[in-house]
T-cell receptor, first 112, second 114 residues
């Protein structure tokens, strides 16, 4: 069965600095999607970035980028120039036959 | 805004009562998902519809839980004989069925069972 592990329950970063959130997963499939979702306090889940496994190039969306290491089954999220609005729970998710398998989340704190 | 909506946003009920939640997906999306999220955890998959057909159900979905999506539009999730362990956020998401399967989430219904 597929599993997703986020080993950092909480991370903090100074505003304008860079932070990296870790995610590892386990699967026997060769093609799949990985996602990072953001859940601000009392607000709904929104997609931050996605990566398709067969694409070797790491996905980038403005200040957000991933480091996808397929062989190591690692999918970390880098947030550059951190802003106060980035404070949220961040969830890594694996797409398994259209249901998402989720990690436990990392709470990101931005220090002004 | 034509995003995913859920009703009610909050529900407090007594143990043993039945509750029903509604989800309205993005109108052109044919896939609809229900997840349950407990405090401090990631969401857990409950069930998935493609149009009106319920294609997958998690083992988490006991016989007290039932979900429907009549006519492939809105969906309802009913919990019968609620238990304190059912207290959680119930999230609904929809997707268009494209290969990347980006799921769009509603605000959730927070259930508290006393």
């Amino acid at each position: 069965a597929q599993t997703v592990t986020q080993s950092q329950p909480e991370m903090s970063v100074q505003e304008a600095e860079t932070v990296t959130l870790s995610c590892t997963y386990d699967t026997s499939e060769s093609d799949y999607y990985l996602f990072w979702y953001k859940q601000p306090p009392s607000r709904q889940m929104i997609l931050v970035i996605r990566q398709e496994a067969y694409k070797q190039q790491n996905a980038t969306e403005n200040r957000f980028s991933v480091n996808f290491q397929k062989a190591a089954k690692s999918f970390s999220l880098k947030i550059s120039d951190s802003q106060l609005g980035d404070a949220a729970m961040y969830f890594c998710a694996y797409d398994s036959n259209y249901q998402l398998i989720w990690g436990a989340g990392t709470k990101l704190i931005i220090k002004p | 805004d034509t995003g995913v909506s859920q009703d009610p946003r909050h529900k407090i009920t007594k143990r043993g009562q039945n509750v029903t939640f509604r989800c309205d997906p993005i109108s052109e999306h044919n896939r609809l998902y229900w997840y349950r999220q407990t405090l401090g955890q990631g969401p857990e998959f409950l069930t998935y519809f493609q149009n009106e057909a319920q294609l997958e159900k998690s083992r988490l979905l006991s016989d007290r839980f039932s979900a429907e999506r009549p006519k492939g539009s809105f969906s309802t999730l009913e919990i019968q004989r609620t238990e304190q362990g059912d207290s959680a956020m119930y999230l609904c998401a929809s997707s268009s069925g494209l290969s990347d399967n980006e799921q769009f989430f509603g605000p959730g219904t927070r259930l508290t069972v006393l």
